[in-house]
């Protein structure tokens, strides 16, 4: 180990934890030979690098040190597959609150139910009207002119909802397809 990775661990493990920096500890938790060791400690100390002060909590022995690190592993690692997972289902790692979008939902939503599936992720100002249209459409053509004009318009509608989330996604809020662009000041 070189002495900057060293001095670099044994700096984290005094500003981190209360485990005593004894030459057992040490040489364990860095790995470096027992010489190397007592050698670089009498050294930080003279230099007088080990002068802060040390935390009032946290993992006062090697164990628990150890056991904060293997979780802190595992949480990196948890958070990594969480952004792949979010990369392949279009739902982003929850960084602004958690108040992510699913893409793919709010596409498929009003893919298959129109603008009702905007309310996920649309402003209720151009949902709701939407969806008073669409009730009302459904509601009074007859199903020979309903039929094609729903091939047409669910289509549109799926890419509404895709277009919702994103915007949703990149902004933290719920933003218009057209009415909440920003003004330029």
Same mark, same amino acid.
């Given at each position: 180990?070189?002495?900057?990775?060293?001095?670099?661990?044994?700096?984290?493990?005094?500003?981190?934890?209360?485990?005593?920096?004894?030459? @057992?500890?040490?040489?364990? /938790?860095?790995? *470096?030979?027992? !010489?190397? &060791?007592? #050698? +670089? %400690?009498?050294?930080?100390?003279?230099?007088?690098?080990?002068?802060?002060?040390?935390?009032?909590?946290?993992?006062?022995?090697?164990?628990?040190?150890?056991?904060?690190?293997?979780?802190?592993?595992?949480? @990196?690692?948890?958070?990594? /597959?969480?952004? *792949?997972?979010? !990369?392949? &289902?279009? #739902? +982003? %790692?929850?960084?602004?609150?958690?108040?992510?979008?699913?893409?793919?939902?709010?596409?498929?939503?009003?893919?298959?139910?129109?603008?009702?599936?905007?309310?996920?992720?649309?402003?209720?100002?151009?949902?709701?009207?939407?969806?008073?249209?669409?009730?009302?459409?459904?509601?009074?053509?007859?199903?020979? %002119?309903?039929?094609?004009?729903?091939?047409?318009?669910?289509?549109?509608?799926?890419?509404?909802?895709?277009?919702?989330?994103?915007?949703?996604?990149?902004?933290?809020?719920?933003?218009?397809?057209?009415?909440?662009?920003?003004?330029?000041?």
């Amino acid at each position: 180990m070189k002495q900057k990775d060293f001095e670099a661990r044994v700096l984290e493990i005094w500003l981190l934890s209360r485990v005593p920096l004894t030459l @057992a500890h040490v040489q364990h /938790l860095t790995g *470096a030979s027992r !010489a190397n &060791t007592k #050698k +670089a %400690l009498d050294a930080m100390t003279v230099e007088g690098v080990l002068g802060a002060e040390r935390p009032k909590s946290g993992p006062a022995t090697v164990a628990e040190l150890e056991k904060m690190r293997t979780l802190t592993s595992e949480v @990196a690692g948890s958070r990594a /597959l969480a952004r *792949a997972a979010g !990369a392949v &289902t279009g #739902k +982003a %790692l929850a960084g602004r609150g958690g108040d992510e979008k699913s893409v793919v939902a709010s596409g498929g939503l009003s893919l298959v139910l129109g603008p009702l599936g905007w309310l996920y992720a649309a402003p209720l100002r151009e949902a709701i009207p939407g969806v008073a249209i669409y009730v009302g459409v459904c509601s009074f053509l007859p199903h020979v %002119l309903l039929m094609p004009l729903l091939g047409i318009l669910a289509p549109i509608s799926g890419l509404a909802g895709v277009y919702y989330a994103i915007r949703h996604n990149q902004t933290g809020e719920r933003t218009g397809l057209f009415s909440d662009r920003k003004k330029s000041k």
